[in-house]
Structures are given as structure tokens and as C-alpha cells.
């Protein structure tokens, strides 16, 4: 055998393996193309998802927003409110010891006059049962008063001179 046959075949084993090792590289190559699509398609599925998710998040804040302005706003209309009931508060607890004071003052006349309202009381008992009396009076005048009315048909009795 000769040395440049050899040489040949070693030269068609390289170029056999740089072949495979080319063809090896391209199938890699070609999946890697394949998954970066992938990776940029759902880069830009999430870029969409992250521009809705911005856009929620800004309305988000804007609301939050009016809300934090509508709470402080009701805030100090209800500090307004808490003021004027502490008013109230105050005026009712002025009334309560006004209310006191003349309580105090009534029970010590009412105490210091005792014996006069007793006797107005009696008095006024003793008015009363004479209206009574008086009505009672009034009312049995009046029945005796009034005319006797036979029932149609019933004869009347013949009257004496000390009725009329």
C-alpha cells in the first residue's frame, strides 16, 4: 500500500467527519433559530400582557387617587361634623346642669312652702267636692224638672195642687 492512498483515504474520512460535523452544527444552528422565534414570540406576548398590565395599573393609581382626594374630603367635612356634635354635647351638658339648678331651687321652695301647699291642696279638695255636689245638684233639678211624656194611648193620672 502506498502512502498517498492512505493519505487519500484519511483526507475522505476528514472530509466525512467535517461533513458530519457541519451538518451536526447546521441542526443545531437551526433548532436554536427555532427556539430563539419561540423566545421572541413570547417576549412580545409578554411585552402586550405588560403594556395591558401598565395600562390597568395607571387607572389603577388614578382611582386610587380620586379616592385618597374623595376620603380627605369627607375626612374634614366629618371633623366638622364631630366639632359640632361636641357642641352639642356641650350645650346639652349646660342644660342638664341648668336643668339641675332650678330642680334644686323648686324642691327648696316646694320644701320651705309645705304647709302652704298643703293647705291649697285641702282647699282645692274641698272646691272640688263642692262643684261635685253642685253638678250633682244641678242634674237632679233638671231631671225633676223635665215634663213627664206619656206613651201614646196611656191615660194620664189626674194632678194634684201640690205638683204644679
Not at 25 to 38: G, I, Q, V
Not at 103 to 116: F, L, M, P, R
Request: with cysteine; glycine share 4%.
Amino acid at each position: 500500500m502506498d502512502w498517498s492512498i492512505l493519505l487519500y483515504i484519511a483526507a475522505i474520512v476528514a472530509a466525512v467527519g467535517f461533513l458530519i460535523l457541519c451538518i451536526a452544527l447546521a441542526m443545531t444552528l437551526n433548532s436554536l433559530k427555532n427556539t430563539l422565534k419561540e423566545v421572541t414570540g413570547i417576549v412580545s406576548g409578554l411585552e402586550n400582557q405588560l403594556q395591558g398590565v401598565t395600562l390597568e395599573t395607571t387607572n389603577l393609581l388614578h382611582k386610587t387617587n380620586e379616592l385618597t382626594e374623595d376620603i380627605q374630603s369627607k375626612s374634614e367635612k366629618l371633623n366638622t361634623m364631630v366639632d359640632a356634635v361636641r357642641g352639642v354635647g356641650n350645650s346639652v351638658n349646660d342644660l342638664n346642669s341648668s336643668v339641675r339648678r332650678i330642680t334644686t331651687t323648686v324642691s327648696s321652695q316646694v320644701e320651705q312652702n309645705e304647709d302652704k301647699i298643703a293647705q291649697v291642696v285641702q282647699w282645692s279638695n274641698v272646691l272640688m267636692g263642692v262643684r261635685d255636689k253642685w253638678k250633682e245638684r244641678k242634674i237632679y233639678e233638671s231631671r225633676a224638672a223635665a215634663s213627664y211624656e206619656p206613651v201614646p194611648g196611656q191615660k194620664r193620672l189626674p194632678q194634684s195642687s201640690q205638683n204644679q
